[in-house]
């Protein structure tokens, strides 16, 4: 029988006492597919990550890899390997030597592993290096003999735990670019774990969202940002306003909502219950100097700029808005009338009603 997918969990659960760290949890991942676990710290991603590497037993269900159940398999028995944030690399070898070990302690010859491990340097990016001590690289270099290490072995399944975590912004930034490619080169299956929602949503081709032990939502990048399932999925994916307020009334999925201050907005979902929380990302917001301006919006409000958040091309404004609790979050305009706006401007905001997603509180 062909196996369609590289790693299946079923009905996967972890106990600590009374204390689910992971609770029936099942997902499949794909030959290829680089497949991210996002969550908040303490949600139970890197639980899950040891158990299929082989550090934990499941309390319940099962892990297969390309259909071979691996529960009681010891993890240096099973065709994965991990990345850690730490690296763990020996600072006593040589970059080659680190390369090659995994290949050494698997019966193969020293010339044989050598020239193995020059490949794969080279692979990465690192042609020439084998001589050099670990200590000598830069983090980005150590990232990739930490990855060479682990490619070389050909395993079926890549495990990386926040491996990007000790690096700095730009090379943060950089190294996401390359883990994207490498893997791409590779076809290697990617299981990564990361706390990084601009991590998970640059590199992934699905992300599962992790919420106390649970998947919340399981998607590509794209739908977990436009069509978040779960309030949880939509305050954690993105930035984004967030709203309190009650439902006044529901019709084909258009939803009225009254603010705390008795200000009503129009939006989108199926909240059925009297108190409803709704979001609207910042980029969803349009901004006009006169009212006449956002017109076709049914979402229109008078406000007044509280802070300019000056960053480049991802710069937004805060917004004391008439009606709402909490300032608005827009995107600042590039070009522009509005792009030179300052604190205390006067300005007009408003959204339709497919960007503003409402559920039940």
Not at 287 to 294: G, I, K, R, Y
Request: glycine residues 10%; contains cysteine.
């Amino acid at each position: 029988m062909a196996t369609t997918s590289d790693l299946d969990l079923v009905n996967v659960t972890k106990r600590f006492g009374s204390h689910a760290a992971v609770d029936d949890v099942t997902f499949s991942v794909a030959p290829g597919e680089f497949f991210s676990i996002l969550g908040p710290s303490g949600c139970g991603k890197t639980t899950l990550m040891r158990m299929i590497a082989g550090f934990e037993n499941p309390t319940s269900g099962d892990i297969r890899i390309r259909g071979k159940s691996m529960v009681g398999v010891p993890a240096n028995r099973r065709p994965v390997n991990m990345v850690f944030q730490s690296l763990a690399l020996f600072p006593m070898m040589n970059v080659g030597e680190n390369v090659a070990y995994g290949l050494t302690c698997r019966g193969v010859s020293r010339s044989e592993a050598e020239e193995r491990a020059n490949r794969m340097l080279e692979r990465v990016g690192l042609k020439g290096f084998g001589e050099r001590r670990v200590t000598a690289l830069s983090g980005g270099q150590r990232q990739r003999v930490a990855i060479a290490r682990c490619l070389v072995l050909e395993p079926t399944l890549v495990l990386l735990d926040e491996p990007l975590g000790a690096l700095d912004l730009k090379l943060r930034e950089h190294m996401k670019i390359e883990l994207k490619q490498l893997q791409a080169t590779f076809n290697t299956t990617f299981a990564y774990i990361t706390h990084d929602q601009s991590e998970a949503l640059v590199m992934s081709d699905r992300i599962a969202v992790m919420n106390q032990g649970r998947f919340e939502q399981v998607g590509s990048p794209r739908e977990l940002y436009h069509n978040p399932a779960t309030p949880f999925v939509a305050s954690f994916v993105g930035e984004t306003n967030r709203w309190q307020g009650e439902v006044v009334s529901s019709s084909g999925g258009t939803v009225a909502l009254q603010l705390p201050s008795g200000t009503v907005t129009q939006g989108t979902g199926h909240a059925l219950q009297k108190s409803a929380v709704a979001f609207v990302r910042p980029e969803a917001v349009a901004l006009a100097q006169s009212q006449p301006a956002l017109r076709d919006l049914p979402n229109r409000f008078e406000g007044r700029v509280s802070a300019v958040l000056f960053d480049g091309a991802n710069s937004s404004l805060l917004i004391d808005t008439l009606g709402f609790d909490q300032p608005v979050r827009a995107v600042l305009p590039q070009a522009g009338p509005l792009a030179g706006i300052e604190v205390g401007a006067p300005i007009h905001v408003g959204w339709t009603a497919d960007a503003m997603k409402v559920f039940a509180a």
